[in-house]
């Protein structure tokens, strides 16, 4: 049974940082192309960035140059720090499986001062 769980969320005031960690079990993380989501209150879930199985990374246009995703194979988990945060950053951060059903339960992070 793949589960995904993240992790590293907050409040944070604009212009700091967070890492979000997502530790996948029952599956190996490095095999599939992995991203993470947003969904902000009363927006739609939107994609942040993925990774596929060679590292090929890419952005949305609105985190380009302050989010980066990675993977640690040994860890079975893939990160995403988020730097220059921003109010509209605030967000529940999800991580998913590409081409599967698979989501973990999303970790807040809030961005105010």
């Known amino acids: 049974q793949v589960q995904l769980v993240e992790s590293g969320g907050g409040l944070v005031q604009p212009g700091g940082s967070l890492r979000l960690s997502c530790a996948a079990s029952?599956?190996?993380?490095?095999?599939?192309?992995m991203a993470w989501y947003r969904q902000a209150p009363g927006k739609r879930r939107e994609l942040v960035a993925t990774?596929?199985?060679?590292?090929?990374?890419t952005y949305a246009d609105s985190v380009k140059g302050r989010f980066t995703i990675s993977r640690d194979n040994a860890k079975n988990t893939v990160y995403l720090q988020m730097n220059d945060l921003k109010p509209e950053d605030t967000a529940v951060y999800y991580c998913?499986?590409?081409?599967?059903?698979?989501w973990g339960q999303g970790t807040q992070v809030t961005v105010s001062s």
């Open positions: 998913h499986r590409i081409g599967s059903d698979n």
């Open positions: 029952g599956m190996i993380a490095s095999e599939y192309a």
């Open positions: 990774i596929t199985q060679d590292s090929s990374r």
